[in-house]
């Protein structure tokens, strides 16, 4: 199964509280974090949402 890794790039000062509970969501709290999350319709949605924040990159 195919999975994303998301990198934060961006800081989530002065973003909306439902893009900052997003990045939380998604397991990241600082810039330059990354992790590896599974690539279902849950997790584009995530992605979606704080796609201006985050580098993403898919890895099989």
């Known amino acids: 199964m195919a999975q994303l890794r998301v990198t934060q790039i961006k800081s989530k000062i002065s973003e909306k509280q439902n893009q900052r509970d997003t990045l939380r969501s998604l397991g990241l709290k600082r810039i330059g974090q990354t992790v590896v999350r599974p690539?279902?319709?849950?997790?584009?949605?995530?992605v979606s949402t704080v796609a201006h924040l985050v580098k993403v990159e898919e890895i099989d």
């Open 39 to 46: 690539d279902d319709k849950q997790n584009r949605g995530y």
